[in-house]
């Protein structure tokens, strides 16, 4: 490979495949400018899907340190590629992810179809894409919505692949959101976003047999339905159990379609639990991964899946490597509303 002028040469230990990295780029924008797929879900250093191993060389994190990371790994040599950038080459352990890699990523513009309150904090968007520009993802997967001012905001897409035609979104009001305060306040039907997808690195590892756990919290929700309406449609059986931790019971807002879900998948259980229960609930209470431990036999034996907060998938990851499941069983994507960063030039 030709190396250009002051560019870094990243290696990838386990493969050879090797790519360049520009000045001040980092080592994952770089490997996906090359086609090379990397796990990554955040992109903004907080949710530690994308730690790699530094074998060789050396990086610095300019944008966001490295949060997502405990002092033991980083004295072990593991660094974040999204945040990572290369002082020099470098050769690194990661995992390269070869079911994401011919799905291309795309800017399109879309049409706001409908807007729908599930609660009063949470919107249903549903956006209309152009009839010559269907976009490929996988369930799980997320989109950067990209605002007039060139800042994103990225939402998981809740639809599931077969549908085609048009893209789900679950919004949370945040406040003191710019975008999301638009979308509660102002937005309008027939609007036009535009919006960049499909990307990360979260969705069902289909060559699988494990049974699966899914584990939400909030609108941490809306990639596990897309999961389990994929699975659906693909005639997966495989045994699945769905946690969904919220605040109150008010909050629950797809009970009717997960119980419609029942007679179409013969082996998927629910559990709802409820940080702040009224007092006529019944069902589990408190934190959501600790109803995981308590609920699910063999925890060790399953592919664990985690979409929520980012101190939800932090206390899962840590709770779940300490009852045994093996890293790379367990996937997650971490929500996060993060500093903005600069937008990588393409």
Known sequence: ??????????????????????????????????GVVLPYSCKNGTCASCKCRLVEGKVHY????????????LYAGFGL?????????LVIEARELEQVADIPVRKLPARVE????????????????????RLQFLAGQYIDIIQ?????????IASAPAET????????????????????????VKEILRFEGPLGTFFIRRGSKRPIV???????????????????????????????????????YANKLIDAWGSHHPDLRFTPVLMDPGPDWTGERGLVHEAVLGQVDRLADHD????????????????????????DRLFYDSFDFAPDVPIADN
């Open 1 to 34: 490979m030709t190396q250009p002028d002051n560019a870094s040469l990243i290696t990838i230990a386990s493969s050879g495949r090797r790519f360049n990295a520009r000045p001040g780029e980092t080592v994952l924008n770089a490997a996906l400018r090359h």
């Open 62 to 73: 300019p944008y966001n340190p490295p949060s997502a990371l405990e002092f033991n790994e």
């Open 81 to 89: 590629s999204c945040q990572a950038v290369p002082d020099g080459d």
């Open 114 to 133: 409908s807007l729908e309150k599930f609660t009063p904090e949470i919107m249903r968007l549903r956006l209309k894409l152009p009839k010559a520009a």
């Open 148 to 156: 007039a001012d060139g800042k994103r905001r990225a939402f998981s």
């Open 165 to 188: 035609g048009f893209i789900e979104l679950h919004i949370k009001h945040v406040s003191g959101g710019g975008f999301t305060g638009h979308v509660f306040e102002s937005m309008q």
């Open 214 to 252: 899914l584990m939400g919290g909030g609108t941490g929700f809306a990639p596990l339905k897309s999961m389990i309406e994929e699975l659906i449609e693909a005639g997966d059986g495989r045994p699945v159990q769905l946690f969904w931790g919220v605040q109150t019971e008010n909050d629950l």
């Open 304 to 327: 664990v899946y985690m979409s929520g907060p980012p101190a939800m998938v932090s206390a899962g990851r840590a709770a779940f490597l300490d009852a045994g499941v093996p890293e």
